[in-house]
């Protein structure tokens, strides 16, 4: 289980995150929701080290993480998957899939063939430059290249964003066989329906603060913390 415990994140002198706590577990799907702006994003960042928390843990099978840099949080077994995607413009679909090997992946358990398996338009273009990609094939590329570096915990910044509703439900479709496949996935959300459809576990953020923790079906019945922190 991943865990994250009494997280506080600063950008300078703006504090973010104030003693946020959540866990993911392997084999299932957790969801952080929030509206823009309330400390989402830099929860995974803080979690894999690109900013550093200022005080807090991050536990990954019993293994501080806290204060490694984000190659280490890497190699340790965690992928993340940036909003911004961050995939290599000037290099081919295989190219990018294969810089996502990293160094001591056990062979043989995620091959290019297999991931492309789960994204079939990418298969298609397997040769093609990532700047010649749509949004939603450069959303599953950049998946599909974490899932090159044998991960054991996922970390997805809002997968779903400016998608169309038939790749949104080929990317659930994939969240839900690799969790199969005995992964942890962490991802960052705004829509609540999203959240209800794939996760085991929510939680709410609010101005860097969780405010709730439980299941979907708790969430969808408790009308005042979706009101309140949720809807517009």
Do not use: H
């Not at 823009?36 to 928390?53: D, H, Q, R, W």
């Not at 590329?141 to 809002?158: K, Y």
């Amino acid at each position: 289980m991943l865990e994250v415990r009494n997280l506080a994140t600063s950008y300078g002198k703006t504090q973010v995150l104030y003693g946020v706590s959540l866990t993911a577990a392997t084999g299932e799907v957790t969801c952080l929701l929030g509206r823009n702006g309330f400390g989402k994003s830099t929860t995974l960042k803080s979690i894999m080290g690109l900013v550093a928390p200022q005080s807090g843990s991050v536990r990954w099978k019993g293994r501080d993480l806290t204060g490694l840099l984000p190659y280490q949080v890497a190699r340790a077994g965690i992928g993340y998957v940036p909003q911004d995607r961050r995939i290599f413009p000037t290099l081919t679909v295989r190219e990018n899939l294969l810089m996502g090997v990293k160094p001591g992946s056990r062979e043989g358990k995620w091959s290019i063939e297999q991931v492309l398996g789960y994204f079939p338009p990418l298969a298609r273009r397997v040769s093609f430059k990532g700047r010649f990609l749509s949004g939603g094939e450069q959303q599953m590329l950049a998946i599909a290249r974490a899932l090159m570096g044998d991960p054991q915990v996922l970390l997805l910044d809002e997968p779903t964003e400016g998608l169309a509703p038939l790749i949104v439900d080929a990317l659930e479709g994939v969240i839900r066989d690799i969790t199969g496949r005995g992964l942890a996935v962490l991802f960052v959300e705004s829509k609540l329906s999203v959240a209800l459809r794939l996760a085991v576990r929510v939680s709410v953020i609010w101005k860097g603060r969780i405010v709730y923790d439980g299941s979907p079906t708790e969430l969808e019945q408790n009308r005042e913390v979706r009101q309140r922190y949720l809807e517009v």
